[in-house]
């Protein structure tokens, strides 16, 4: 049986991708901070380990892929999912609030990948990092945020072109506007009107729309696909920059 990590798995994308991978025969180390809400998420779960950690922390990560490693022996996909948001405009952005979205968003893909490196070297693995929309184009509300993605987006493809030797992948997945109970709870009617009136298929995406990418990239029928950037997001990236709607007088 084949294992993936996957981190923010305690909700939202992060949950149905762990969710599809165990439908598809996989097992699942669950990650996420939010010790209570990871515990509900896996409550009734077969074939998953629930692992609090903050991926910021590099001795949390060593723990965390030692961990699963004691479980389950392999890992054979590690999906970077966890993340953080900070939306505000670039002058009332201070350094506090930036370095807290790099510290998760960046720096922890980068420690959860190399911490991962051993072990997928070992099963031939795959990485895909999660982005965002934001760092493919640019955004009112979104330097730290969308920069920290930007910044995921170029990784992958270095881990594509450094770890390729070893039979190991690296993809990178850009959600557009998901309909998430976090996005929902802060959209303003405004907002979601101008986004689908900005989206080719004039909807949000759906977790599970996610999730069906994600495992097909850490997948088999993904074999010969490395260092790509792949936009599940409606279209959204093809229609111009910035949304009306967000934008200030």
């Given at each position: 049986m084949k294992t993936a990590?996957?981190?923010?798995?305690?909700?939202g994308i992060g949950l149905a991708t762990a969710k599809t991978f165990l439908a598809e025969g996989w097992?699942?180390?669950?990650?996420?901070?939010?010790?209570?809400?990871?515990?509900?998420?896996?409550?009734?779960?077969?074939?998953?380990?629930a692992l609090d950690t903050d991926i910021s922390q590099p001795d949390q990560v060593a723990a965390m892929i030692a961990r699963t490693l004691d479980a389950f022996t392999t890992i054979d996909a590690l999906v970077n999912n966890a993340g953080v948001a900070d939306f505000g405009p670039i002058e009332d952005t201070t350094f506090e609030r930036w370095r807290t979205v790099m510290a998760t968003n960046?720096?922890?893909?980068?420690?959860?990948?190399?911490?991962?490196?051993?072990a997928l070297k070992a099963s031939r693995g795959?990485?895909?990092?999660?982005a965002s929309i934001s760092g493919l184009r640019a955004s009112t509300l979104r330097v730290a945020y969308?920069?920290?993605?930007?910044?995921?987006i170029h990784m992958t493809q270095q881990q594509a072109a450094e770890l390729g030797?070893?039979?190991?992948?690296?993809?990178c997945v850009c959600p557009g506007p998901v309909r998430t109970k976090l996005a929902m709870a802060v959209h303003s009617q405004a907002?979601?009107?101008?986004?689908?009136?900005?989206?080719?298929?004039?909807?949000y995406g759906s977790e599970q729309e996610l999730a069906d990418a994600i495992c097909y990239l850490c997948s088999d029928k993904a074999s010969y696909i490395t260092g790509q950037t792949l936009s599940v997001d409606g279209g959204f990236q093809s229609t111009g920059i910035g949304l009306p709607a967000l934008r200030g007088n």
């Open positions: 990590l996957v981190t923010g798995a305690a909700r097992q699942v180390a669950m990650v996420d901070r939010d010790a209570d809400a990871l515990a509900e998420a896996t409550s009734g779960l077969d074939n998953v380990i960046l720096d922890g893909t980068f420690l959860c990948s190399q911490a991962a490196i051993p795959a990485i895909v990092n999660i969308g920069t920290s993605k930007a910044a995921v030797e070893y039979g190991i992948r690296a993809n907002i979601i009107d101008a986004y689908h009136d900005a989206i080719p298929l004039n909807r």
